[in-house]
């Protein structure tokens, strides 16, 4: 079982940058690959970004490729994304994931956090 808490949300404008933060706990001794989604109102959950356990291998939504980083430092049990060159469609309720294994990959996580907000001014 692994508990996830996301923070770092809030309110920017339009070409501004945010850092989300998913501290992890629980079973956390991996390996796991994590990810983060989001949903905006009226619309589907859908992923944004997946890294596998070691940080080496990442993937993105074309969507916010070039934009998004997603990292991470398993000493802390944390998971970042960094959203650079904001816009309002990426306002939404950002969620990270995890689930046991490797690779990383869109789809199957069992465990999720709370979420937190990202609204985006224009």
């Known amino acids: 079982q692994v508990q996830l808490v996301e923070s770092g949300g809030g309110l920017v404008q339009a070409g501004g940058s945010l850092r989300l933060s998913c501290a992890a706990s629980g079973r956390t001794f991996g390996p796991y690959a994590m990810a983060w989604f989001r949903q905006a109102p009226g619309k589907e959950r859908e992923y944004v970004a997946a890294i596998n356990w070691s940080g080496g291998s990442t993937v993105y939504a074309d969507s916010v490729k070039g934009r998004f980083t997603v990292s991470r430092d398993n000493a802390k049990n944390t998971m970042y994304l960094q959203m650079n060159s904001l816009k309002s469609e990426d306002t939404a309720v950002y969620y990270c994931?995890?689930?046991?294994?490797?690779?990383?990959?869109?789809?199957?996580?069992?465990?999720w956090g709370q979420g937190t907000q990202v609204t985006v001014s224009s």
């Open positions: 994931a995890a689930r046991l294994g490797s690779n990383a990959v869109v789809a199957d996580y069992p465990y």
